[in-house]
Nanobody, 128 residues
Framework: QADLVESGGGLVQAGGSLRLSCAASGGSGGTFNNYAMGWFRHTPGKEREFVASIGRNNGNTYYADSVKGRFTISRDNAKNTVYLQMTSLRPDDTAVYYC??????????????????WGPGTQVTVSS
């Protein structure tokens, strides 16, 4: 399992942008490019919500309807890092955002099945 650490969260006004990063290290399963990567978010009182995912290598992307057209997931395999560029942020985007990794997964399987690894999360707060 990969060790994941998110960064880039913070406070932003509605309509603004944030870029989250997830750095992967450790684990014994293989190289970073063989992990499907994804982002989830959670707000107290609500179920954990899938946000976006990207397949292994330089795979296809998959987005929740609520963020499609506003968020962009990407990966830099040379840096063992996945990103979530968030634009047009609104208050209901407020949540703890978690990075996830799934060995030999796809952009679909990581959203439908339990991922292998999770990061500790980073708080995103969008004010009105």
């Amino acid at each position: 399992q990969a060790d994941l650490v998110e960064s880039g969260g913070g406070l932003v006004q509605a309509g603004g942008s944030l870029r989250l990063s997830c750095a992967a290290s450790g684990g014994s399963g293989g190289t970073f490019n063989n992990y499907a990567m994804g982002w989830f978010r959670h707000t107290p009182g609500k179920e954990r919500e899938f946000v976006a995912s990207i397949g292994r290598n330089n795979g296809n992307t998959y987005y929740a309807d609520s963020v499609k057209g506003r968020f962009t997931i990407s990966r830099d395999n040379a840096k063992n890092t996945v990103y979530l560029q968030m634009t047009s942020l609104r208050p209901d985007d407020t949540a703890v955002y978690y990075c996830a990794a799934d060995w030999n997964g796809s952009e679909y399987s990581i959203s439908a099945s339990p991922p292998d690894s999770w990061g500790p999360g980073t708080q995103v707060t969008v004010s009105s």
